[in-house]
């Protein structure tokens, strides 16, 4: 209450909310002023922006973004990649130091458009999530949600960029928030309502990266912001071959001086070891060129150092010493290999501690993160998901052998259950079977369609469906079902149970098991838990249901021992359908296989939330990432030099398989190089044993329920449909394989493959390099490191020769440990033929 003049008294009610508002006394004209009431989309915005934030807050504070020991990285406008300056604005310029004012100087872009480059561990993706985590803090629902992604995942040649960002935003960030559902993020993608942060740009595959960024441009300046991270180089060989990004401000990360880190290193040590630390902090504020300051000019190695010699007994001075550490590389390399055994502690946990990080071992832990980076590299991907861990090598090569233990051990099994139930009488023990069969065959038909919703919506694990606000996840293909029960009924009136057999699993088996395509942002043991329980269900509450329809549908004689026998057999095929085929099953065995290698710890998922904990890992909705790229890089190196998971192949894949001839064979005047060229597919892959095993099924419920065993050509039909995957899975890749060979001599290079044979002259060659392999238009098939050659202007390619969208034409497979051409190695025999004959066209890989 205010008094403004004689009698004159006035109440002003604000700045809070309440049900009843009462003034007393006499009044005139009450004035009422309430803000307009929130739409849905105003509260599904508001629902986003509380989840986004509630994940990247802590995120930020497991990987040391959060709290006054924050590195202050510059950041400086860079005109050379960028836009006209009338179609940006302002330069954006700050430090991270300063992250109100820098989010300030974006917010007040007119497009409200910005890419961030730098080089490898420079902090864009820390800057990136800065941002994302300011702009966050004072959002409402009147402003777009900042939303953090990984653009590695989009093909924008088959999926438009709102399409896919509004996917990736509901596998991602939904959860189990009430207000949002697929349509809601569709609508608020459409309304651009949304301000996506793409991050990682230079991983997508060069074709890929300019379809990405001329879809980008497509979508129009106007009300569509967004943040783009990239390295420098990648970025600014885009921009130079295709276009700017439109109406975007270039930012580049600025090197951290001398002063600066030796600032950030004393301020993030313990007060009590500065003393330690000043030797090094000497040598780099006072020698800018020094191997050791110019490493240290990155974040990513700040932090590294930072972390390394934080233990007592470490001693930072020791990177001072340039005979022990000539260059940068050697000094990046120590501090990537000393990471792991800092961050994990060894001797037993403190009691004290209510969850205290897990002793696994220096070694342990080690050899754990070399496999997972090895893998996530050979898979090209960022994103370690439990649920495909299934397809690293060694379970891959026992799934066929595990499907093949588990079906000999469920039909051996089934006889013993039946002979010994029905006490030996062999026309009930038929009985028996032929239910056993029917319901195991209900079972497979059920599954087949499960799968077909896997292909629907993607290989995610499940969680329990509902009718409710989850109904979304139930499958289309469940709708279509129930339109056809309905249909099948009538067109099989005689045969109604047999019918349902086929219509019924179906159903259960997709309500029950739905893909969890809403619930990444629960994190991956939640998602784990998810799958566990909806794969128990369904052999505890699905199975005995298919098993009882099996029974019902084919006995024939109302004996209560004969249908209670077929009963159980049948709910036991069922059952083990059930857990052949469930992505819990497959990650119980990929967790076996390799923690009896000794590559990972039995307690996988505990390990990576300890991970996660020390720094190394992030987690993003249900999957892992390293905390930076060149970190997996040198990981997945080392797994190359000599670790178990250190095989031929595991970190780069070539678009095909070249399996080397044992030596090359040369004379003075041409050097000849063999090998094999072949199919790649990999071994063991369910998918095939359940298609053709299904019809062996079908054959023999067929067979049962006809009483012809005992004729001539039955067993052997069933056991050919049997055998077939195990001849395919192991026969048809080495049928595919071919004779390759790679020539050089003095007139030019020439590549033979079966009875092809392509030849180039020098005279028409202007460079040969290692580039990465790009694939044509459509595939996937990328990431693979081979050595290319590209023609004069002069020359043009013969036909049925490809060649990419830079003018280079791919000759032969190389091996990298990285993936990175720089990093490729040539064979000796190779790289001597190149430099004898290509000459100066001939260029290297940097790291050679």
Request: charged share 20%; hydrophobic share 45%.
């Amino acid at each position: 209450m205010s008094e403004q003049a004689r009698g004159d008294v006035h109440n002003v009610f604000s700045g809070g909310s309440a049900t009843y508002v009462i003034q007393g006394r006499d009044f005139g004209a009450v004035h009422l002023h309430l803000p307009p009431p929130q739409t849905p989309q105003d509260r599904a915005a508001v629902e986003l922006a509380r989840v986004v934030l509630a994940q990247w807050r802590d995120e930020a504070g497991a990987l040391g973004l959060a709290g006054s020991a924050r590195l202050a990285v510059g950041w400086r406008a860079d005109w050379t990649v960028a836009d006209h300056r009338e179609h940006i604005g302002a330069d954006v310029t700050g430090s991270t130091a300063g992250l109100v004012e820098l989010a300030a100087a974006f917010q007040a872009l007119p497009a409200r458009r910005l890419v961030i480059i730098g080089g490898p561990g420079t902090g864009k993706t820390s800057l990136a999530i800065l941002l994302t985590l300011q702009m966050l803090s004072l959002h409402d629902a009147t402003k777009p949600v900042p939303v953090p992604l990984l653009v590695s995942s989009w093909d924008a040649n088959k999926e438009h960029f709102d399409v896919w960002l509004a996917r990736r935003i509901h596998e991602e960030y939904v959860g189990l928030a009430k207000e949002l559902d697929r349509a809601r993020i569709r609508e608020l993608v459409r309304d651009r309502r949304v301000l996506p942060v793409l991050d990682g740009l230079d991983e997508l595959p060069r074709p890929l990266r300019s379809a990405a960024l001329a879809a980008l441009n497509r979508t129009g300046v106007d009300d569509a912001p967004l943040i783009l991270t990239s390295r420098t180089t990648e970025y600014t060989e885009l921009v130079n071959d295709e276009a700017v990004l439109q109406a975007a401000a270039v930012i580049r990360a600025q090197p951290v001086e001398g002063a600066a880190a030796a600032e950030y290193l004393r301020g993030s040590s313990h007060p009590r070891r500065t003393r330690h630390w000043q030797v090094l902090l000497d040598h780099i504020t006072h020698h800018p060129e020094a191997p050791s300051a110019r490493a240290l000019s990155s974040p990513l190695m700040l932090w590294l150092a930072r972390t390394v010699y934080a233990r007592p007994d470490a001693d930072p001075a020791e990177l001072a010493d340039e005979s022990r550490f000539p260059d940068v590389v050697a000094v990046e390399r120590h501090l990537l290999d000393s990471i792991v055994p800092a961050v994990f502690p060894s001797g037993p946990a403190s009691p004290h501690q209510p969850h205290p990080i897990r002793e696994w071992g220096h070694a342990r832990a080690q050899r754990a993160l070399d496999f997972l980076a090895a893998h996530l590299t050979a898979a090209k991907t960022k994103e370690f998901a439990w649920w495909e861990l299934h397809r690293a090598k060694p379970p891959t090569v026992l799934k066929a052998p595990a499907l093949v233990a588990g079906y000999v051990l469920l039909m051996a099994g089934s006889m013993w259950f039946q002979d010994w139930f029905t006490g030996g009488d062999p026309f009930q023990a038929f009985q028996v079977a032929a239910g056993a069969t029917a319901a195991t065959l209900f079972g497979t038909v059920g599954g087949m369609f499960l799968l077909l919703s896997h292909v629907w919506k993607g290989p995610l694990p499940r969680r329990l469906a509902a009718f409710g606000r989850h109904r979304s996840r139930i499958p289309g293909l469940f709708w279509l079902l129930v339109l056809l029960a309905p249909i099948g009924l009538l067109l099989a009136r005689d045969e109604p149970l047999l019918t349902l057999g086929f219509i019924v699993p179906p159903l259960l088996m997709m309500v029950v098991g739905a893909p969890a395509d809403t619930a990444q942002a629960v994190g991956p043991r939640a998602l784990l838990s998810g799958e566990r329980a909806s794969t128990i269900l369904l052999m505890l509450g699905v199975a005995p249901v298919i098993g009882a329809i099996g029974a019902l549908a084919v006995v024939q004689v109302p004996d209560r021992t004969v249908l209670l026998g077929s009963w159980f057999s049948g709910t036991a095929g069922a059952a083990a359908v059930i857990a052949a085929l469930s992505p819990w099953t497959q990650w119980l065995l990929a967790k076996a296989a390799l923690a009896g290698l000794g590559w990972l710890p039995w307690s996988v998922m505990a390990f990576l939330e300890d991970a996660r904990r020390v720094g190394l890992l992030r987690q993003v909705g249900g999957v892992y990432q390293f905390r930076h790229a060149q970190f997996q890089a040198r990981l997945a190196a080392r797994a190359r030099g000599g670790a178990p998971a250190r095989r031929r192949g595991t970190a780069t894949r070539a678009p095909w398989p070249v399996r080397p001839l044992p030596a090359a064979s040369s004379t003075p005047q041409s050097v000849r190089i063999p090998g094999y060229v072949g199919l790649r597919r990999p071994r063991g892959r369910p998918d095939i044993y359940v298609t053709l095993w299904t019809p062996a099924l079908l054959w023999a419920g067929i067979i049962t329920y006809q009483d012809g065993w005992h004729d001539p050509g039955a067993l052997e039909t069933v056991g050919f449909f049997v055998a077939l995957p195990l001849v395919v899975d192991l026969l048809v890749p080495p049928l595919t394989w071919r004779r390759a060979e790679l020539r050089l001599d003095g007139d030019g290079v020439e590549y033979a493959w079966g009875k092809r044979t392509f030849r180039f002259a020098w005279r028409d060659v202007a460079d040969v390099a290692p580039r990465l392999f790009e694939p044509p238009v459509g595939k996937n098939d990328d990431g693979a490191v081979m050595l290319h050659l590209r023609l004069t202007p002069e020359a043009t390619a013969g036909p049925r020769i490809r060649v990419n969208s830079t003018g280079w034409v791919a000759l032969w497979p190389l091996d990298s440990p990285t993936g990175d051409p720089d990093d490729a190695t040539t064979p000796p025999e190779l790289h001597d033929a190149l430099v004898r004959f290509a000459g100066a066209r001939w260029r290297p890989p940097a790291g050679r």
